[in-house]
């Protein structure tokens, strides 16, 4: 499979085109995506029909892409509750296990090989694997999948909507299968994850490797480090109650005279990793993966990167596709996306309400774009939408803790499931619960709770202000901002939102204003934004300019997010439009970005 154009960017050595799991390298895989059978259970009666053994397929779908989508085949956008997959999966000898991964599968998930229960998971965004060993055999096996979704807001839907038509910015629901599903072939004994911590100023990577052993004896792991072929380190521990952790130490003057290679967006250096299983002296599992050498960390009232101040130019990055809506229709096109973002001047996205497809963090990654990562909202709060975003949450941050481009935390947008967290103590224990949760697992990156408005615990304070003129903005903001920060004021202009929770105030913290913009424009057609629509490209460049600026002049803000990057079905205020063209000479953008 030909590489996508990486721009003269130095690619790792352990890249491989569409592979779904860049962090966690195993050569011997198979992509299944592709065409597969495909019918509707609008009964739910798939199951008591023996669905699992064999059904009539009503259509071919081609998978990744959802039924909704026109890339599917299929293309229907009415709600279906429950759907059926079903193909062909031939298995290789082999003398070890068979893995089988779903990136993405929206909602309830239940796998069948050969009519018998694989396995289940309940989530929208988050991958999840099935051990399939004892129930393949060599030659051809029946893969069936049987996906219920429902219009719950209970669930974590992000921007899907959850009545019948799209309405505001809420869109055409996501159900089934909308990610790689891929077969891997594992040692018996075998890494199963890592979890790799750069400290920049100890000069290593902390490696925590999780190991599944199939017999008894002393089993090391040896993880050795390397800059683009220059061996970097290597270290070795032994495995005791199914894990290992290393301290492994990456000071090198031939890397650099300053021992190590740090990561930044301007120079985003990474280094291969190989991590080896031993028993005695035989490697019995070799997995590959690479890690950049950064730090970020809460300094004052500024966000700092390996010690120095970020100022934070970022972008609200939905990941929406016209003919595959949240599905990429390639690894080509996310890069694509990466690439344009940062022509237009901007160091970051916001990926909003969408856990994305994990290809997009390696291209940020390799070629240096900020990443807050952001949790798809549920839309009420009750026991049901608290277990499942604490479920979720934990598994998104565990499987992408490893790149160093995410640099913030984001599970709750625009109390968003949360309506009353402004006074109820329920909702407020509730976040408190999720920053915490989250921070056990990560104690470095910020996390912003509640992004937008009525923060509880947060690392950043983060504004949402769609105000059309940068000159009310720059001086409401001037006048008021003391009062804003001690809760006496609504942050915005137009006086509507309050930066705290009750109970909550000012801590000191960064601010950045998280959301502004929006302006709707694209040549005639129908369609909203914020604001009154501009009527032609100079008057466009003129509110940008206004607005952006009067931003940047803000001497208590480190940062802002400009939305969007695209147009959104009904949404027409992106800087391209859902082909990914520009509607503003994207120097002109640059050059008011980076004045």
Known sequence: ????????????????????????????????????????????????????????????????????????????????????????????????????????????????????????????????????????????????????????????????????????CWYVQTTGIW?????????????????????????????????????????????????????????????????????????????????????????PNLYDLEVQLLRGTEAVDTVLSYF????????????????????????????????????????????????????????????????????????????????????????VFDDDAVENVTREWTEIVRQNYNHPSIITWTPFNESWGIPDVASDKRQQRFTEAIYSLTKAIDPMRPVVCNDGWRHTVSDIITLHDYEASGETLYDYYTKNHAAVLENALPFSVNGQFYPFAEGYGYRGQPILISEFGGIAFNNGESGWGYGDKVADKAAFIERFDAITSAVKRLDFCCGYCYTQVTDVQQEINGLMDMERNYKIDPEVIREINQR
């Open 1 to 168: 499979m030909k590489a996508p154009n990486t721009g003269g960017v130095i690619v790792l050595k352990n890249y491989i085109p569409d592979y779904p799991r860049p962090q966690l390298i195993r050569t011997d895989w198979e992509n299944l995506n592709g065409a597969w059978d495909f019918a509707f259970d609008d009964a739910a009666e798939g199951e008591k029909n023996g669905w699992q053994e064999a059904f009539q397929p009503q259509h071919t779908i081609e998978v990744p892409f959802t039924y909704e989508t026109k890339r599917s085949g299929v293309g229907i956008e009415e709600p279906h509750s429950d759907v059926w997959y079903a193909r062909t999966l031939a298995v290789k000898p082999h003398g070890g296990r068979v893995l089988l991964h779903f990136e993405g599968s929206d909602w309830h998930t239940r796998v069948f090989v050969n009519g018998r229960f694989a396995g289940e998971h309940r989530g929208g965004y988050a991958r999840f694997s099935f051990d399939i060993t004892d129930l393949v055999r060599t030659g051809e096996n029946r893969l069936a999948v049987h996906v219920s979704d429902s219009l719950s807001r209970s669930q974590p839907r992000g921007k899907q909507r959850w009545i019948p038509e799209n309405f505001a």
């Open 179 to 267: 990610k790689t599903v891929w077969l891997e072939y594992a040692p018996e004994s075998r890494i199963a994850s890592l979890k790799l911590t750069p400290q920049l100023a100890e000069k290593a990577v902390r490696v925590e490797a999780a190991v599944e052993a199939a017999a008894c004896g002393d089993l090391y792991v040896l993880a050795t480090a390397s800059f683009e072929g220059v061996t970097a380190g290597r270290a070795l521990a032994k495995v005791t109650d199914g894990r290992a952790d290393i301290l492994l130490r990456v000071a090198n003057r031939e890397i650099s005279e300053w021992d190590v290679r740090a990561w930044t967006p301007e120079a």
């Open 292 to 379: 950049g050498m950064r730090e970020i960390r809460i300094q004052g009232n500024q966000v700092c990167l390996n010690g120095a101040v970020l100022y934070q130019r970022l972008i609200l990055d939905q990941g929406y596709w016209r003919d595959s809506h949240l599905t990429p229709p390639s690894e080509a096109a996310l890069l694509e996306d990466i690439e344009k973002v940062m022509a237009l001047g901007y160091n970051g996205v916001r990926k909003h309400q969408k856990t994305e497809d994990e290809r997009f963090l390696y291209w940020c990654d390799v070629k240096g774009l900020l990443v807050w990562s952001e949790f798809p909202a549920t839309y």
